[in-house]
Antibody, heavy 127, light 111 residues
Framework: EVQLVQSGAEVKKPGESLKISCQGS????????IAWVRQMPGQGLEWMGA????????KYTPSFQRQVTFSVDKSINTAYLRWSSLKASDTATYYC?????????????????????WGRGTTVTVS | QSVLTQPPSVSAATGQRVTITCSGN????????VSWYQRLPGEAPKLVIY???KRPSGIPDRFSGSRSGTSATLDITGLQSGDEADYYC????????????FGPGTKVTVL
């Protein structure tokens, strides 16, 4: 079964660091981009960006650039989302999801298509 | 503020049909595949339509999608109480260097 398993809920204080995880199984983990999606309380879905486990290439939406860091450990099929200094406004549920398809349109630039496998989400509370 | 627009809510009675429209521009919906996601209360989002009109395995044929010009639509026929959820469209945006964008979401209420 293809699945993404995310780490458990976290409660942190402002200024603390945090790294949450997303472990893939049932498919070739290194061949598909892993996206991170934020859902703040009562709000919609926001695509934060994605990381390619094959070479750790990462793409960030501008509003999340320099706010978070994506990383990967290929040896254990796991992607990570890290904050160095949390803020109260980071309180949200964070989902990882597999991009089923993507296409390069220039060297190092990609069109990201749909996400077909989703983790159950990690709720992060900063207070 | 999303580059895609959706109505905040739609509703219909059990057994009826709802249509959700997702509008964009030539940099996103006008030229690239649209996908749709269902988020049931308390659950992770689920892909229900990809590449405009394809259904993943396990998604009933009551769900259908289409795209024309700079708009895409999701139709749900034979509405059931279990369809009550938030639905999001999404696509890539060439003006945002190919980044994926979601619509703001539409709440479907089954009367």
């Amino acid at each position: 079964e293809v699945q993404l398993v995310q780490s458990g809920a976290e409660v942190k204080k402002p200024g603390e660091s945090l790294k949450i995880s997303c472990q893939g199984s049932g498919y070739s983990f290194t061949n598909s981009w892993i996206a991170w999606v934020r859902q703040m309380p009562g709000q919609g879905l926001e695509w934060m960006g994605a990381v390619y486990p094959g070479d750790s290439d990462a793409k960030y939406t501008p509003s999340f650039q320099r706010q978070v860091t994506f990383s990967v450990d290929k040896s254990i099929n796991t992607a990570y989302l890290r904050w160095s200094s949390l803020k109260a406004s980071d309180t949200a549920t964070y989902y990882c999801a597999r991009h089923r398809d993507f296409k390069a349109f220039m060297r190092g630039h990609y069109l990201f298509y749909d996400m077909d496998v989703w983790g159950r989400g990690t709720t992060v509370t900063v207070s | 503020q999303s580059v895609l627009t959706q109505p905040p809510s739609v509703s219909a009675a059990t057994g009826q049909r709802v249509t959700i429209t997702c509008s964009g521009n030539r940099f996103n919906v006008g030229n690239y595949y649209v996908s749709w996601y269902q988020r049931l209360p308390g659950e992770a989002p689920k892909l229900v339509i990809y590449e405009d009109d394809k259904r993943p395995s396990g998604i009933p044929d009551r769900f259908s999608g289409s795209r024309s010009g700079t708009s895409a639509t999701l139709d749900i026929t034979g509405l059931q109480s279990g369809d009550e959820a938030d639905y999001y469209c999404g696509t890539c945006d060439r003006s945002l260097d190919g980044r994926f964008v979601f619509g703001p979401g539409t709440k479907v209420t089954v009367l």
